[in-house]
């Protein structure tokens, strides 16, 4: 084996030293990982988890193959939230604790911090309000270690504005939810600033603020439309019916339910189109 090796190796080296320049490092396996997992968490804000899934099981498959190890990480950290979207809980908390173990062996203190989060985030997702507090301390505490990456910052604040939502602070939730939207703003990734108003619309809601809530929704609606999400606006137009339910406007809100469930529709989501359907009184 050995033998081998060292001939293959003889043979790439012929092969290779009549050209004029050695081109030094490649990255071409990695910038195709990158575009990879750019295009999965793209498809999964969309809710396309089987779209999403396929580019992100490349992503990571092409980061293992390149032993990038941060690259690794980021890929599995997302994978992960696929497949926790996708019903798959065990292995999605799996893989975020994965990802948090290569972190601590690299010493890459941001990227431990990012997939505490992650998990913490899954923990809420879980328990709820039993794990709000613990989840809020954590988020914060590693907060203060994410320093390069502005997205996970901006993911960071939006499980705290989750766990304090899940506490009944409203007012605070939409606070740090704020702060994730304006980063989101200034990297132009309109689907989560769409996301951003959507939960800003969430916790107006629940604290009475109807109205508030309305305003929020449509400018959801304003971004969704920007980059054709059309799953995003069909759960839009069905938070804005139930909202104007609860105000009492009962014609707009079926209204709104029945422009959501044609959106569903479109789509070919027509178990959600039923349902949309059937919150009409």
Known sequence: ??????????????????????????????????????????HADRNNLE???AFLDEAFHLAIATDDPGLRIRAGLSRSNTLFLQGHRDE?????????????LIGNRELASVSRIHIARGKLLVEGTSAAQSVFDEANRELAFIKSDQLYIAFAWTVIALAESELGRFADAETSIRRSLSIHEKNRNLELVAYNWFLIASFRSQSGNFNGSLQ??????????????????ANDWL????????AGNHEAARAAF????????????????EEALARIE
């Open 1 to 42: 084996m050995k033998v081998q090796r060292l001939l293959v190796f003889v043979l790439l080296f012929s092969a290779c030293s009549s050209a004029s320049k050695n081109p030094g490092d490649v990255y071409e396996q990695r910038r195709r990982a990158e575009s990879r997992l750019e295009q999965g968490n793209k």
């Open 51 to 53: 779209i999403a899934m």
């Open 92 to 104: 999605a908390i799996t893989g975020w604790h994965e990802a948090l173990e290569e972190a601590q």
């Open 216 to 233: 929020a929704l449509n400018s959801a609606i304003t971004f969704d439309r920007r980059v054709e999400n059309s799953w995003g606006l």
């Open 239 to 246: 938070a804005m019916g139930e909202v104007h339910l609860k």
């Open 258 to 273: 029945l422009r959501s469930a044609a959106i569903f529709s479109a789509i070919n989501m027509d178990e959600a189109a």
